[in-house]
């Protein structure tokens, strides 16, 4: 559960379907709670059995607020037999206290890089289907994707 926020400045819109919006402020907050919040909360506290394999990182912290800055494009094609949409966002920012609030499982932080949260999505929509591509590095580097169709 959470809530979310953008202000931006959307200088213009062309008639050629392409909006930029050079730059949003953005604010996420998010309250975790349930089955896989108690299991961190239990991992965070209780023994880690390593193994000496790879550091496993965990945090019990709950409410996580994000702010940050980013840009975005969207470029619609609206002809008479298809709609389709290719567009961009780029967030670069941070959550604060978040970094501090993770413990290794050897016990030692000192691996443990970053905190800017850097995210880079590309989007495309045909018709009612759609796929987004997410690449992030915060502390690591994951990917998503993602396919859906819209009612």
């Known amino acids: 559960m959470g809530a979310r926020s953008v202000i931006g400045i959307q200088p213009f819109r062309t008639n050629y379907g392409f909006d930029l919006r ?3 402020w953005e604010n996420a907050f998010s309250l975790e709670r349930g089955a896989y919040a108690d299991y ?3 991992a965070y506290d209780g023994p880690f059995i390593n193994n000496g394999e790879q550091s ?3 945090s019990k912290k709950r409410n996580i607020f994000t ?3 980013s840009t975005e494009g969207v470029f619609t094609n609206n002809s008479a037999k298809k709609m389709t949409k290719l567009g961009y966002r780029v967030f670069v920012g941070y959550s604060p206290k978040l970094k501090n609030s993770f413990k ?3 016990g030692d932080i000192s691996y443990l890089e970053g905190g800017t949260a850097v995210v880079a999505s590309l989007f495309y ?3 009612k289907i759609f796929g987004i591509l997410e690449v992030n590095n915060q502390f690591n580097f994951g ?3 993602s396919v ?3 009612f």
Do not use: E, P
Request: charge should be positive.
């Open 22 to 24: 050079i730059l949003n």
């Open 40 to 42: 961190r909360n239990k």
């Open 56 to 58: 496993i990182y965990v």
């Open 67 to 69: 702010t940050g800055l």
């Open 104 to 106: 290794a499982a050897d």
């Open 125 to 127: 929509q045909n018709q």
């Open 143 to 145: 990917a998503k994707l």
């Open 148 to 150: 859906g169709y819209s």
